[in-house]
């Protein structure tokens, strides 16, 4: 009941005051370095971990190892020193719990939930799996297989395809291009004591950080990490891991074709340079973003999809990283509507700048934040996630906090200023997926387009 009148609140623009606070949880510093976040939660009998491993992420490998991290991620779940993979997926099954690992740009995630008497069973195997993998061979070759043949199929699907020529273009030479399921090449050249070498110098406990949320407390908990990640030793080797470069500035606008011959429907992605985690402008970022193509009454959907029925949906939104963020809007339409999009897209990026945003729009930006963002915490793996992102950004306890507290005071000036800065304006990157032969006419008049056929090896 509560969410339906915050709900309705928001429809008729009245502003809310919704209280929130994310719980403080304890602290603990294992003797390897490892930190953990504990706060216990006894209202549900679950508990969910997170544990974040910095440089164990795609940004670690080299040009040439594309896919490493993401490939030695996979595997870390497919066999431990005293089990097999069968045994791993096995055991998770038995105990209805879950467990994954993978690999984004700055580091590795492990994540698992269980119920609360599963629980201990549930990080034993996490921790066995993680400090004793053992890389079998076999499986190594299944999964490598598996890679290529599904990075194959991506092309198949432009929803899919597009987002990863558009990293590629965007980021180009810069490490934040490596994609994490990898690319056909690099993966075919891969051994496995690539594989063993990457475990070896990026997985490791000093600085790592774990965040358990649930129904089990400090003095249980804490005999459990001694038990298992507790022995988590250094390793013998230098993490190697070379200082992130700068990401150059863009001279000029980039604008790419990739040609899908039997493709319905064109996809496109436009994007420019964002903000960094904690940016100062993110509340009005935020309020500006839910009104351009952040929701689903936004200028950008309501204009493409509700007026003029181009499509099913479209969006803008913002990924933000330590040092550089990222700002993307995407959406799709059939080939002969792909240049009316652009033209529409591009005429409100042109008004979002220019006239900017009226109080009562700015009022409906604000509650609807503030009505959707807490409930966003409530579950036990989102405080979890929380918790591991304050420490790693360094964003301060009070990070949630504050920012509502600025939700509240956004301005329509501020949310101009947030257009203004933020919006892709030129030099951008726009690529789109479709029938080059239906839609290369439409795009000539936004820019020179690079034709590439989507058959060629790679993104």
Same mark, same amino acid.
């Given at each position: 009941?509560?969410?339906?009148?915050?709900?309705?609140?928001?429809?008729?623009?009245?502003?809310?005051?919704?209280?929130?606070?994310?719980?403080?949880?304890?602290?603990?510093?294992?003797?390897?370095?490892?930190?953990?976040?504990?706060?216990?939660?006894?209202?549900?009998?679950?508990?969910?971990?997170?544990?974040?491993?910095?440089?164990?992420?795609?940004?670690?490998?080299?040009?040439?190892?594309?896919?490493?991290?993401?490939?030695?991620?996979?595997?870390?779940?497919?066999?431990?020193?005293?089990?097999? %993979?069968?045994?791993?997926?096995?055991? &998770?099954?038995?105990?209805? #719990?879950? /467990?994954?690992?993978? @690999? !984004? *740009?700055?580091? %590795?995630?492990?994540?698992?939930?269980? &119920?609360?008497?599963?629980? #201990?069973? /549930?990080?034993?195997? @996490? !921790? *066995?799996?993680?400090?004793?993998?053992?890389?079998?061979?076999?499986?190594?070759?299944?999964?490598?297989?598996?890679?290529?043949?599904?990075?194959?199929?991506?092309?198949?699907?432009?929803?899919?395809?597009?987002?990863?020529?558009?990293?590629?273009?965007?980021?180009?030479?810069?490490?934040?291009?490596?994609?994490?399921?990898?690319?056909?090449?690099?993966?075919?050249?891969?051994?496995?004591?690539?594989?063993?070498?990457?475990?070896?110098?990026?997985?490791?406990?000093?600085?790592?950080?774990?965040?358990?949320?649930?129904?089990?407390?400090?003095?249980?908990?804490?005999?459990?990490?001694?038990?298992?990640?507790?022995?988590?030793?250094?390793?013998?080797?230098?993490?190697?891991?070379?200082?992130?470069?700068?990401?150059?500035?863009?001279?000029?606008?980039?604008?790419?074709?990739?040609?899908?011959?039997?493709?319905?429907?064109?996809?496109?992605?436009?994007?420019?340079?964002?903000?960094?985690?904690?940016?100062?402008?993110?509340?009005?970022?935020?309020?500006?973003?839910?009104?351009?193509?952040?929701?689903?009454?936004?200028?950008?959907?309501?204009?493409?999809?509700?007026?003029?029925?181009?499509?099913?949906?479209?969006?803008?939104?913002?990924?933000?990283?330590?040092?550089?963020?990222?700002?993307?809007?995407?959406?799709?339409?059939?080939?002969?509507?792909?240049?009316?999009?652009?033209?529409?897209?591009?005429?409100?990026?042109?008004?979002?700048?220019?006239?900017?945003?009226?109080?009562?729009?700015?009022?409906?930006?604000?509650?609807?934040?503030?009505?959707?963002?807490?409930?966003?915490?409530?579950?036990?793996?989102?405080?979890?996630?929380?918790?591991?992102?304050?420490?790693?950004?360094?964003?301060?306890?009070?990070?949630?906090?504050?920012?509502?507290?600025?939700?509240?005071?956004?301005?329509?000036?501020?949310?101009?200023?947030?257009?203004?800065?933020?919006?892709?304006?030129?030099?951008?990157?726009?690529?789109?997926?479709?029938?080059?032969?239906?839609?290369?006419?439409?795009?000539?008049?936004?820019?020179?387009?690079?034709?590439?056929?989507?058959?060629?090896?790679?993104?």
């Amino acid at each position: 009941m509560k969410r339906a009148i915050i709900s309705i609140l928001i429809l008729i623009g009245v502003r809310t005051t919704v209280g929130f606070n994310l719980e403080t949880p304890e602290k603990i510093v294992l003797k390897n370095g490892l930190t953990i976040y504990h706060l216990q939660k006894s209202d549900v009998p679950l508990v969910s971990f997170r544990l974040l491993i910095p440089g164990a992420g795609t940004v670690a490998e080299s040009e040439q190892e594309e896919g490493l991290a993401g490939l030695t991620a996979e595997l870390i779940l497919k066999g431990s020193k005293n089990k097999n %993979a069968q045994t791993v997926a096995e055991e &998770l099954d038995f105990l209805g #719990a879950s /467990l994954s690992v993978s @690999a !984004a *740009e700055e580091y %590795a995630l492990m994540q698992g939930s269980a &119920l609360m008497e599963n629980f #201990a069973k /549930l990080l034993r195997l @996490a !921790a *066995e799996s993680l400090l004793q993998p053992a890389f079998d061979a076999e499986e190594f070759t299944k999964e490598r297989a598996r890679r290529i043949d599904y990075i194959k199929s991506l092309k198949d699907n432009p929803a899919q395809a597009v987002p990863l020529y558009f990293r590629k273009a965007y980021f180009q030479n810069h490490p934040f291009s490596h994609l994490s399921i990898g690319n056909e090449a690099a993966l075919v050249g891969f051994s496995r004591e690539q594989v063993l070498d990457f475990y070896r110098q990026q997985y490791r406990p000093d600085g790592a950080v774990m965040a358990v949320v649930g129904a089990i407390d400090r003095k249980a908990l804490l005999a459990l990490l001694q038990q298992t990640f507790g022995s988590w030793k250094q390793p013998t080797v230098e993490r190697k891991m070379a200082p992130l470069p700068k990401m150059a500035a863009r001279q000029q606008s980039l604008f790419l074709l990739i040609d899908k011959p039997d493709a319905t429907q064109a996809y496109f992605i436009l994007g420019a340079p964002g903000m960094a985690m904690g940016d100062p402008a993110t509340a009005p970022f935020n309020v500006m973003n839910t009104l351009f193509g952040g929701r689903f009454t936004s200028w950008l959907n309501d204009e493409l999809r509700v007026k003029r029925g181009l499509t099913y949906g479209a969006r803008s939104s913002m990924q933000s990283w330590a040092e550089l963020g990222l700002y993307t809007i995407s959406s799709y339409t059939r080939n002969d509507k792909i240049g009316e999009m652009l033209d529409i897209t591009f005429e409100l990026l042109n008004k979002a700048r220019t006239q900017g945003f009226s109080e009562l729009e700015i009022t409906s930006a604000r509650n609807y934040i503030m009505g959707q963002f807490p409930p966003s915490l409530e579950s036990l793996s989102a405080k979890a996630n929380a918790f591991t992102m304050i420490h790693f950004y360094q964003l301060g306890n009070d990070y949630y906090q504050r920012y509502l507290q600025q939700i509240e005071q956004v301005t329509m000036e501020q949310a101009r200023t947030a257009a203004q800065q933020f919006l892709p304006q030129e030099p951008f990157v726009l690529v789109v997926v479709g029938k080059a032969e239906e839609i290369r006419q439409q795009l000539a008049k936004f820019g020179s387009f690079i034709e590439r056929s989507i058959s060629e090896a790679g993104f």
